[in-house]
Nanobody
């Protein structure tokens, strides 16, 4: 599976962005999908994940209530809708696909494939 993240950009605090992660190859619907982010000088951190069926989602506490992860298996695309953005959301956002149990969602090692990242900058 190859992943292509897009949709990043510059937005003012309080604004919104929608990230997309387009997958190529077969069996997209077999994978749990996750979003991680990495701010400058910091470790890559978990943001959100969605199970292969779309029936289960988990969020980092820092984004809960503001971000929504979704997927369209027919289009082989996962999304991250980001609202009420804050300057501390500034980071490179990566999408990832994995087959590990959804209970392991927070761990980077649970994901087998990674996209190239898309930069989100939130100005104050």
């Amino acid at each position: 599976v190859q992943l292509q993240a897009s949709g990043g950009g510059l937005v003012q605090a309080g604004g919104s962005l929608r990230l997309s992660c387009a997958a190529s190859g077969r069996a997209f619907s077999n994978y749990n999908m996750g979003w991680f982010r990495q701010a400058s000088g910091k470790e890559r951190e978990f943001v959100a994940t969605i199970s292969w069926s779309g029936g289960t989602t988990f969020y980092a506490d820092s984004v809960k209530g503001r971000f929504t992860i979704s997927r369209d298996n027919a289009k082989k695309t996962a999304y991250l809708e980001m609202n009420s953005l804050k300057p501390e959301d500034t980071a490179v956002y990566y999408c990832a696909a994995g087959t590990a149990p959804i209970s392991q969602f927070r761990f980077r090692s649970s994901y087998n494939y990674w996209g190239q990242g898309t930069l989100v900058t939130v100005s104050s």
